[in-house]
């Protein structure tokens, strides 16, 4: 029974081939551009997700306060209100992994013929670990080299390659403000950051070793912030309230007094940064959904008009014994038949024009499974809504009536 309705729609689909392909072309351009727009709002964020990776997990930075000098107020990190012994403080509260105290800035590096100005850190081994930043080449530096005050560094892919082209940089001697550090490692390669900074633009050293003798500092053992990680996102609504508790007391600040420090929350940063282009992603998938829902109207309308040209064929077959429902399904099928056609289509070519996008533009697109069959399921939903109407028409007819239908 099944196999005969199958062939009857496909004969009459096929008997009006034009007016078909002008129905299905709705559903092929709706799906496309769902398919298309899910592609690049998920692609989006991936690519987001990717960049938050880099940064590391659970992370906040403090900040040192500013200062106020005949009434004009530096900005946050301006004084030196952090120490390294606020750092080693912070790295006894519970729930903290990792505590970073950092002094950086930019500072213009040379070797032989070869110069280029970067971000220098000076900090900690414990930065590596926060940042979940790996070395690639050497290895990194330890706390006997913070206590010594060793000129060694570890560079960034950026710096490795403008300094030192194809020459491996491990065991060479870079001068950063006049001063000779010899290169020990080489740091992955983490990308660009939320701001668009180039990560890899980055040379780190010992933190007293940048106190001494790039930096500067107006007291020993002044930083300019302390980066903090939490062992889970849980516990970092504690870890923040204790911290600034702890930093408080440290400094002596009274009650009511403002913080002469600034906390910043990456992760609260880099989550609302994703919530962001996930409600992109969702945006673009509802306003390319429409174009479904003008492709059902489509094949409603079609179906209509087929009704109507085939009512006097419709008498004939209730006439000769078939039951409404057989008409309902015979209709109904036609519509869903349509519908599926048309959605491989729009699947074929949303998929190939996402393609087309990520070879020519390079932009990140994530084509996923569950969009598809998203996009599939919502096709044929579409096609059995639409369609149902002129199927329940025409299964309503008068025998007699249709019979009499010129």
Not at 8 to 24: D, H, I, K, S
Not at 41 to 62: D, E
Not at 350 to 364: C, E, K, R, S, W
């Amino acid at each position: 029974m099944l196999k005969a309705m199958l062939g009857e729609a496909w004969l009459a689909m096929g008997a009006n081939r034009l007016r078909t392909a002008l129905t299905m072309l709705g559903m092929v351009i709706g799906v496309g551009a769902v398919v298309i727009m899910m592609a690049i709002g998920q692609g989006a964020q991936y690519a987001v997700q990717q960049t938050i990776s880099t940064m590391g997990s659970n992370l906040y930075i403090v900040l040192s306060g500013s200062f106020t000098t005949s009434g004009v107020r530096s900005g946050s990190a301006g004084g030196p209100t952090l120490t390294v012994a606020d750092a080693d403080a912070i790295a006894e509260l519970e729930h903290v992994t990792n505590v970073a105290p950092t002094h950086q800035g930019t500072r213009q590096l040379v070797y032989g013929s070869q110069n280029w100005s970067s971000s220098v850190i000076g900090t900690t081994p414990a930065y590596l670990e926060a940042r979940a930043w790996n070395i690639v080449n050497g290895a990194g530096f330890g706390d006997s080299d913070v206590r010594s005050s060793t000129r060694v560094a570890i560079i960034g892919k950026t710096v490795a390659e403008n300094l030192f082209g194809a020459d491996d940089p491990v065991g060479k001697t870079m001068r950063i403000q006049q001063n000779p550090f010899i290169v020990i490692g080489v740091l992955g390669s983490k990308g660009q950051n939320l701001d668009g900074r180039d990560q890899d633009d980055t040379v780190i050293i010992p933190l007293t070793t940048a106190q001494r003798k790039v930096f500067g500092t107006p007291f020993l053992g002044s930083v300019r912030m302390i980066m903090v990680q939490a062992d889970s996102a849980e516990s970092m609504p504690k870890v923040e309230a204790d911290m600034t508790a702890l930093l408080r007391q440290r400094h002596r600040l009274r009650e009511g007094a403002p913080d002469d420090f600034f906390t910043r929350n990456l992760s609260a940063a880099a989550e609302s940064q994703a919530e962001t282009t996930r409600t992109m992603s969702i945006l673009l998938g509802a306003i390319a959904s429409i174009s479904l829902l003008v492709g059902g109207i489509g094949i409603m309308n079609i179906m209509l008009v087929s009704v109507t040209e085939r009512t006097r064929e419709i008498g004939i077959r209730m006439a000769i014994g078939a039951r409404q429902k057989d008409i309902l399904s015979q209709f109904l099928l036609e519509a869903v038949m349509i519908s599926f056609a048309g959605c491989l289509l729009g699947l074929a070519l949303g998929l190939g024009v996402a393609l087309g996008i990520n070879a020519f533009t390079g932009m990140v697109i994530v084509i996923s499974g569950s969009a598809a069959l998203v996009a599939f399921a919502v096709a044929a939903t579409v096609g059995i809504f639409f369609g149902w109407y002129p199927a329940r028409k025409a299964a309503r007819l008068d025998p007699i009536e249709a019979l009499r239908y010129q």
